[in-house]
């Protein structure tokens, strides 16, 4: 069973940081693109980052959280991590861990969603 474990959302104010972990279970985690997804309320959900589980190559960034989230992933752990910095009162969403990531509608796997507040 495909398991994906999300954590590390929270309540921070505008241009603090937080990091959130993404446990993968269930399938090879070398064999799959995984990444974040976030969906505000009333808007879809969106991609925000996606990397290889092979050799950690960074699939894209959205436009948006260029420059201040990095994507990163620790094979022996089976876990992606999305280190937020700068963060804006507009990155308060759900995020999602898929399996895989390149594209929404391509995504087989969600995690549960972990909430992140980032007040004015």
Do not use: H
């Amino acid at each position: 069973e495909v398991q994906l474990q999300a954590s590390g959302g929270g309540l921070v104010q505008a241009g603090g940081s937080l990091r959130l972990s993404c446990v993968a279970s269930g399938f090879t985690f070398d064999e799959f693109a995984i990444g974040w997804f976030r969906q505000a309320p009333g808007l879809e959900r969106e991609g925000v980052s996606c990397i290889s589980g092979d050799d950690g190559r960074i699939y894209y960034y959205s436009e948006s959280v260029k420059g201040r989230f990095t994507i990163s992933s620790d094979n022996a752990k089976n876990t992606v991590y999305l280190q937020m910095n700068n963060l804006k009162p507009e990155d308060t969403a759900v995020y999602y861990c898929a399996v895989p990531c390149l594209e929404r509608e391509y995504v087989d796997y969600w995690g549960q969603g972990t909430l992140v507040t980032v007040s004015s």
